[in-house]
């Protein structure tokens, strides 16, 4: 167990609908970042939150958005979904963004999502 | 932004022989570099990282070495076992806090 955790495992739903995948980041990580992992594309960063405030975008979709709460756990929220977006979902935390902080993710064990 | 690029996609040994990935990096401020080993169906795991003031780093089979000049950076694993077989991502990330950008990953298969 890596401490970060993600829920659920396994997601399949229909074109067109809205999703929310959930990760719990290892105790004391105050960085959350999601990845979308497809077979050729490796791993995609999505977006980073640091202690409840965005701080980075990278290849999301105008239909995807996420959030971090006080609690520090986040959520991706996929709208509209189209069969494109079946992938592997990965979080991964990181204990902060100091000078000693944000190097080497744990990262969770990833949120299957299959659009049908 | 930054880009990194990673090679070969696949990667075909016999066991015992050494195996040798190759990443560059775009971004001459990135200044980390971590390795991910994904077995098939489970989350990326840290295997070995360097940091840019290093320009060698050895843990027990496995190597990395950096060149900043040229940007790129290599992983290493001697007497490959059927057990390494996995894929393997390299990883860039500038200042700390910032994210890691991956390579799009090396299938490395070791057969016995």
């Known amino acids: 167990d890596s401490g970060v955790t993600q829920t659920p495992k396994h997601l399949i739903t229909a074109t067109g609908q809205r999703v929310t995948l959930r990760c719990s980041p290892r105790s004391g990580d105050l960085s959350v970042y999601w990845y979308q992992q497809s077979l050729d594309q490796g791993l995609q960063f999505l977006i980073q939150y640091y202690n409840g405030e965005e701080r980075a975008k990278g290849n999301i979709l105008e239909r995807f958005s996420a959030q971090q709460f006080p609690d520090l756990h986040s959520e991706l929220n996929l709208s509209s979904l189209e069969l494109g977006d079946s992938a592997l979902y990965f979080c991964a935390s990181s204990p902060g963004q100091g000078i000693s902080g944000g190097y080497g993710y744990t990262f969770g064990s990833g949120t299957r999502l299959t659009v049908v | 932004g930054e880009n990194v690029e990673q090679h070969p996609s696949t990667l075909s040994v016999q066991e015992g022989d050494s195996a040798v990935i190759k990443c560059t990096y775009s971004?001459?401020?990135?200044?980390?570099f971590p390795w991910y080993k994904q077995e098939l169906g489970k989350r990326p795991q840290l295997i070995i990282d360097i940091r840019s003031n290093v320009g060698e780093k050895k843990d027990q089979r496995i190597a990395v070495t950096l060149n900043k000049t040229a940007k790129h950076f290599s992983l290493h694993i001697t007497e490959t076992q059927p057990e390494d077989s996995a894929v393997y991502f390299c990883?860039?990330?500038?200042?700390?806090?910032?994210?890691?950008?991956f390579g799009k990953g090396t299938t490395l298969s070791v057969s016995s």
């Open positions: 971004d001459s401020a990135s200044n980390y």
């Open positions: 990883a860039a990330k500038g200042q700390a806090g910032t994210a890691l950008i």
